[in-house]
């Protein structure tokens, strides 16, 4: 498979602030991939360098075997971009603004066909004022397809939506997907890195921690399982990490977090426990280590604060 | 230019559809003039008031004297020609009819006996309605109606009503803000990244300016179109001078003000920062250019101020191009520093504007 993204040592400062630190990543041909980091990581403004909106302060960047730097015009043609932007043109209708953005381009495609891939059927007459959250954002992936690029660029696609509506904007991805496009997007949700995502990197101030599949992050950083529970006195991570077969704890606002190479023996250990100690225990529950584990263990806090 | 065409019909579509913006765009000057113009109008009459001046004495003279005196619609001032026509030009006759010496024996001698019939062209009632009568008055006098001749002349200075004075400058106003609120879209756009959205297609910046610069100048025109419609249709102020040469000014004063709009987009960063900034170069113009009060009230030492401002010159242009007001400054002047005006703003705008 082809490289249609080669990013290399790419640094952007912002004052005092480096948001973007010596990052380095390729994306090849037909994937879907995902910059997956909490909010201010530097994920859209890596983004935005890659896609020729911003300078970079050194480092290279090439789509599609181009230099972003000498032939940004040329790339902008062959790639769909979306931002984290509210509406465009509120009071134009759906078809219109579709209409008016193909005219931007050399060759566009039509409205109807755009409609249809991203599910507008209905709404095809509407004001984009009047749209809801989901088929704005569904509009905004309208408006990045309407060049028939080779590869999307998508940021922050499912923010702020509810589940429903997020599910149906991974379905339109998913369909790019299968049409044979390439998709680079970034998000801030662990879900829909593992669930979307066929490769992850994971960044934090400015700068790549891991890049892989996701499973694989998963089992390189973890043969263990999370045992998680609450306590309504929690007798502190140092007596927690005793348990048999507890190999970390964490405790957050009373959600503790047990990992455990031997689930049964920990369990059954902190049970004795509870009941030594008279602790109230809730909420317990085994399941398997995720992303959000492994960018807790990376970086030491949870990708939302 | 197809896609000039499409973004042309895409801000039409959507200032059509806010109808807010339609609104203030379209009614806050018209708002204006018919306020201003209820508040100066002091009526008009049915009757006209017409100065008489008989400087010959033969009987048929006298004859035609008497006649007019007759005519329902007129109230006829009699007095010599220079009080008469001084009472035309300061607004206290509609027209003066002059009967000059020798009037008598021209028609006794069979030849023409000339009639000069002076009347204010600003008030187009006076053309429209007093010179067919005053003409039907004396074609149907005497013997020899044929030997009659009027000559309406018109006069070089006259007096300019409030609403006359007024309805040029409200049109230089609105002018100036619609260019310079054109910098709202542009704060907006920016803030809410549509700009940088434009900007990840191949749309060239030039082409996107282009299409909003064209699409002011529309509305301009049908602003401006309104305007003078409203003022001649309910008021009767006049359009004296040359349609071209005011389509002229009216595009260099929406060109200007929308400079300057550009100027100020680039300076505020945000629409709470932009909306201060309009006010504090919006509101002294309008009142201080001359717009709604004559400058000879103004204190000296805003003069340089008022001198300063694109806006007096826009106004005082208008003035004289719609109702031949006397001039402050030539069209050469006025076109100029409308002109230097557009030019620096310009450069400051492309120099400062930031398109994120």
Redesign the interface.
């Known amino acids: 498979m082809s490289t249609v993204i080669e990013v290399d040592k790419l640094c952007k400062t912002y004052g005092d602030i480096k948001a973007v630190n010596n990052v380095s990543l390729t994306v090849v041909q037909g994937e879907i991939f995902g910059m997956l980091g909490p909010n201010g990581a530097g994920k859209t403004t890596t983004m935005e360098i890659v896609?020729?909106?911003r300078p970079a302060d050194s480092g290279s960047v090439s789509v599609l075997g181009m230099d972003i730097k000498q032939r940004s015009?040329r790339i902008?043609?062959s790639i769909g971009?979306q931002?984290?932007?509210?509406?465009?043109?509120?009071?134009?209708k759906v078809h219109?603004v579709l209409?008016?953005?193909g005219?931007?381009?050399?060759k566009a495609l039509p409205y109807d066909e755009l409609i249809k891939l991203v599910d507008l059927e209905d709404s095809r007459n509407k004001?984009c004022i009047n749209l809801s959250g989901g088929q704005q954002q569904r509009l905004s992936i309208a408006?990045a397809l309407v060049?028939d690029p080779q590869i999307l660029f998508l940021d922050e696609p499912t923010s702020g939506l509810d589940p429903q509506a997020r599910h149906n904007i991974w379905d339109v991805i998913k369909l790019q997907r299968e049409k044979g496009k390439t998709i680079f997007l970034t998000t801030h949700y662990m879900e829909e890195a593992e669930r979307l995502c066929e490769r992850v990197a994971i960044i934090d101030h400015g700068e790549i921690i891991a890049t892989d599949r996701p499973d694989r992050l998963v089992s390189q950083h973890f043969n263990e399982e999370a045992i998680e529970f609450q306590l309504d006195r929690p007798p502190g991570d140092e007596v927690l990490r005793q348990l048999a077969g507890a190999t970390n704890v964490v405790t957050e606002n009373g959600k503790v977090t047990v990992y455990s190479g031997s689930v049964p023996a920990t369990i059954s250990a902190l049970m004795e426990m509870a009941k030594q100690r008279d602790m109230k225990l809730t909420d317990l529950y085994v399941r398997r280590a995720t992303l959000e584990d492994v960018f807790l263990k990376l970086t030491g806090r949870r990708i939302r604060d | 230019m197809k896609v000039l065409g499409k973004l042309l019909v895409a801000d039409i579509r959507q200032f059509l559809r806010e109808r807010a913006a339609l609104f203030w765009t379209f009614a806050f000057p018209i708002f204006f003039i018919l306020i201003f113009g209820a508040v100066f109008s002091g009526g008009d009459n049915i009757t006209f008031n017409v100065g008489l001046a008989v400087e010959d004495n033969s009987p048929v003279a006298q004859q035609l004297s008497a006649v007019l005196q007759e005519v329902p619609a007129f109230k006829v001032n009699i007095g010599n020609q220079s009080a008469e026509l001084e009472a035309l030009k300061s607004g206290d006759r509609r027209a003066v009819i002059i009967v000059p010496a020798g009037f008598g024996e021209s028609i006794a001698q069979g030849s023409q006996g000339n009639i000069d019939v002076y009347y204010d062209p600003t008030q187009s009632s006076s053309a429209q309605i007093l010179l067919p009568i005053i003409r039907q008055v004396l074609e149907g006098f005497g013997q020899a109606p044929s030997l009659i001749q009027v000559k309406p002349m018109t006069l070089q200075t006259h007096e300019i009503r409030a609403i006359d004075y007024l309805v040029p400058g409200i049109l230089a106003m609105a002018l100036m803000q619609l260019g310079i609120f054109a910098a709202m879209p542009l704060v907006v756009e920016r803030e809410n990244r549509v700009l940088k959205r434009l900007g990840a297609t191949p749309l060239r910046r030039s082409t996107m300016i282009l299409s909003t610069v064209v699409f002011r100048l529309l509305i301009a025109m049908g602003q401006a179109a309104l305007i003078i419609i409203v003022a001649r249709l309910v008021f009767h102020v006049p359009m004296m001078g040359s349609w071209f040469y005011l389509a002229g000014m009216i595009i260099l004063g929406t060109l200007t003000f929308l400079s300057m709009g550009y100027m100020i987009s680039a300076f505020a960063k945000t629409q709470e920062t932009a909306m201060p900034l309009l006010m504090v170069v919006q509101f002294p113009m309008m009142f201080l250019s001359g717009i709604f009060f004559p400058l000879e009230m103004m204190p000296g030492f805003m003069r340089p101020i008022i001198d300063a401002m694109p806006l007096t010159y826009l106004g005082d242009s208008f003035r004289q191009i719609m109702v031949d007001s006397s001039a402050m400054h030539s069209h050469l002047i006025n076109a100029g520093v409308l002109g230097g005006w557009f030019v620096v703003c310009l450069i400051v705008a492309v120099r400062f504007f930031k398109w994120e």
């Open positions: 896609e020729g909106l015009r902008k043609a971009v931002l984290q932007t509210t509406s465009l043109y509120p009071r134009l219109e209409d008016l953005f005219s931007f381009f050399p004001l408006l060049n």
